[in-house]
């Protein structure tokens, strides 16, 4: 049996910055991290294509909550002691400085996830943070003071027990016959799947900002849309994904959208159209892109508006102008299943949040028990602020845990 002041399951973003965290601020600790694969940090490793997208600048509470769909309210008092800003300075404190996109991600200036995992593991060493590897928790007990924690062929003692196993469904279980309440893990941040002849041809346009809905939810969001080889992703795509990754699971994933490809109402695009009619009479429709779309979507606009390539503006009748004003304004895609999105994907579930308290990320049903990352019923939208949560999550316990 081997004793500790505080036992890390789950050797991840959450895990190790905790760990690092308790044993600097209370160098006392004996600080052991559980891991059950042969190395930790796996996700570090392949996010953000590689490169990491460690958090986001984005610097007020009240917006960073936006992008959680899952976690926005209880998140907010958490975000006004650690957030974006501390997280910048964290990593640059200890020789790693991050450098701001367009789109505002964050990433090491190396580009490398491997340098957060260096840095990682050269903060645990220096603060003699001792990590197992191999060791698949499969049980936990609960003591009169402290928890009993079980692996394959050892048992260990601690006071202190953090939970950072990210989205593990095998591990949830485990935390039911704990008591913890676990909402139905559903997958967050996906692509959807589209079988239209509209899009067959036009892989990798984008539409730089389009409005989508959701038919028959109050499902909307905003934003790029990207035509992809099998349907649709960016942004617009994935915030619905994030958005409606409950509902959207209950719907098998097969449900309509309809996309707004230039933001304006059917009835000012009709009257936009009838003065182009006038202006450009002699011109062909196909030809002539209008309102700021990539000419190969406005191309396949045109031809599923009963015209073909040789229609001109003057010969256009009612029907057919409204068939454009409604593809450009509310057009319909069937959508049939979903894809991975590769920079980044999220399990949306976990522990209830009810049962934390998030001046601690402390159990309400068992003290001493912490729980940080993913395992919590916590996930965002793409960007880094899934890693936001982890940092975030993992130094408010490690400072409620040091003390
Ligand atoms: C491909 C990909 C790319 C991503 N890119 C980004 C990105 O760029 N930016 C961003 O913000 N987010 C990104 N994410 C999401 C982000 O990786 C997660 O939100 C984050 O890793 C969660 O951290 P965590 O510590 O809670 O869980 P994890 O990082 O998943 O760590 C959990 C650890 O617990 C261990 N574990 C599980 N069960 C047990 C057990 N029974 N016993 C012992 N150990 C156990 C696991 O092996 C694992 O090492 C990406 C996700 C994926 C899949």
């Not at 895990?15 to 160098?27: R, T």
């Not at 676990?182 to 990798?204: E, W």
Request: net charge negative.
């Amino acid at each position: 049996m081997k004793q500790y002041d505080v036992i890390i399951v789950g050797g991840g973003a959450a895990g190790f910055f905790a760990a690092i965290n308790i044993a600097e601020q209370n160098p006392e600790l004996k600080v052991v991290i559980l891991e059950k694969a042969k190395e930790g940090l796996q996700k570090v490793k392949i996010s953000g294509g590689g490169r990491c997208n460690v958090t986001h600048a984005e610097f007020i509470p009240q917006e960073l909550i936006k992008n959680y769909p899952r976690g926005e309210k209880e998140l907010l008092g958490p975000f006004h002691q650690f957030m974006t800003g501390d997280t910048i300075e964290w990593f640059e404190k200890r020789g790693v400085p991050l450098k701001i996109e367009d789109d505002g991600r964050m990433f090491p200036e190396s580009n490398s996830s491997q340098t957060i995992i260096d840095c990682f593991l050269n903060e645990a060493k220096k603060h003699q943070v001792e990590i197992l590897y191999s060791q698949n928790v499969s049980d936990i007990q609960p003591l009169d003071e402290g928890f009993e924690i079980h692996t394959k062929d050892e048992m260990f003692q601690c006071e202190t027990l953090l939970i950072a196993t990210g989205s593990s469904v095998k591990f949830w279980k485990l935390l039911e016959n704990l008591g913890h309440t676990i909402s139905q893990p559903v997958p967050s941040l996906f692509t959807f799947n589209i079988n239209d002849k509209r899009i067959k041809d036009i892989p990798g346009v984008v539409a730089s900002h389009v409005e989508v809905s959701v038919l028959g939810t109050n499902l909307y969001s905003e934003g790029p849309l990207l035509i992809t080889h099998w349907g649709m992703s960016a942004p617009s795509i994935l915030k619905l994904s994030a958005f409606g990754a409950v509902e959207l699971a209950k719907l098998d994933y097969k449900f309509q959208i309809e996309i707004n490809f230039i933001r304006q109402s059917f009835e000012d695009c009709l009257e936009e159209l009838k003065v182009l009619k006038q202006d450009l009479a002699k011109k062909t429709v196909f030809k002539s892109t209008q309102f700021d779309l990539p000419k190969r979507l406005w191309h396949q606009m045109v031809l599923a508006s009963n015209m073909n390539e040789e229609t001109r503006w003057a010969d256009l009748n009612k029907q057919q102008l409204e068939a454009l004003a409604g593809q450009l304004t509310k057009a319909v895609f069937n959508v049939d299943g979903k894809s991975t999105f590769k920079d980044e994907f999220v399990t949306a579930g976990g522990v209830d949040l009810k049962e934390i308290n998030f001046k601690t990320f402390e159990s309400r049903i068992h003290k001493n028990l912490f729980f940080a990352g993913e395992v919590l019923n916590i996930d965002a939208v793409t960007g880094g602020f899934n890693f936001q949560n982890a940092w975030t999550g993992a130094y408010i316990a490690s400072k409620a845990i040091a003390k």
